[in-house]
C-alpha cells in the first residue's frame, strides 16, 4: 500500500514540488523541537477537554436529577402525613378564617377545633389545592420537611392560662367570634 502522498502524486492532484516542500517543513519542525519533548496534538487536547466539559455536566445534570428525586420524595412523605392524619371536617358547622399568602382563606370546622386550633393544638396544612386540620406534632414532622406547607400553628402557651392573668375571671361566652 503507497503512501497518501504517493497516491496523490499518481492521481495527478499533488506534485512532486508541493511534496517535497511539505517534508521539508516536517523535517525543520521535528529538528526544531528539543529532544524527549512530547509533541502536543491539538485535536487530542481539544478532544480531552471536550471530554472533561461533558463530564462535567453530566455530573451536574446527575445532582440536579438527585435533588429533584430528594424533592419529590419529601413531597411524597408530607402527602403520606397529611393523609393518615387528617381530622374529619364532615360535621364542621363553623367556618375558620385564615391567610394563605395575600388570601383569606376559609374552611368548616367544629366548635373544639376552632378551640383547639387557637390554643395550637391542631394546625392548617395546605397539600396541594386543598387545606386539611392535622394535630400539632404531624404539623411539626411536616415542617421539618417543608415550611411552606403548613398554613396555621399557633404557639402553644403554658396550659393556656397564666397565674397572673387578669382576666382570669371572665369567661369568654361561647358565641363570640372574632
Keep these: 500500500m503507497a503512501s497518501l502522498q504517493e497516491q496523490l502524486l ?3 492532484l499533488a506534485d512532486e514540488k508541493k511534496a517535497r516542500a511539505v517534508k521539508n517543513e516536517k523535517r525543520k519542525q521535528r529538528k526544531q523541537q528539543p529532544k524527549g519533548a512530547v509533541v502536543v496534538n491539538e485535536t487530542e487536547e481539544r478532544a480531552r477537554q471536550a471530554r472533561q466539559e461533558k463530564a ?3 455530573r451536574q445534570l446527575n ?3 438527585k435533588q429533584e ?3 419529590k420524595a419529601i413531597q411524597a412523605q408530607i402527602r403520606q402525613l397529611i393523609e393518615t392524619n387528617r381530622l374529619d371536617r364532615s360535621r364542621g358547622e363553623t367556618s375558620y378564617q385564615f391567610v394563605d399568602g ?3 382563606k376559609k374552611i368548616p370546622v367544629d366548635d373544639t377545633m376552632v378551640d383547639q386550633l387557637s390554643r395550637g393544638r391542631l394546625a392548617v396544612v395546605r397539600q396541594g389545592e386543598n387545606y386539611d386540620i392535622v394535630p400539632e406534632k404531624v404539623a411539626r414532622k411536616i ?3 417543608d415550611a411552606a406547607a403548613v398554613i396555621v400553628l399557633h404557639d ?3 396550659d393556656d392560662a397564666g397565674e397572673d392573668d387578669p382576666y382570669a375571671g371572665y369567661e369568654i361566652p361561647d358565641d ?3
Design 143 to 145: 415542617m421539618e420537611r
Design 56 to 58: 462535567e455536566r453530566d
Design 69 to 71: 428525586a430528594e424533592k
Design 10 to 12: 499518481k492521481a495527478g
Design 63 to 65: 445532582l440536579e436529577r
Design 156 to 158: 402553644r402557651k403554658q
Design 102 to 104: 395575600k388570601k383569606i
Design 176 to 178: 363570640l367570634m372574632w
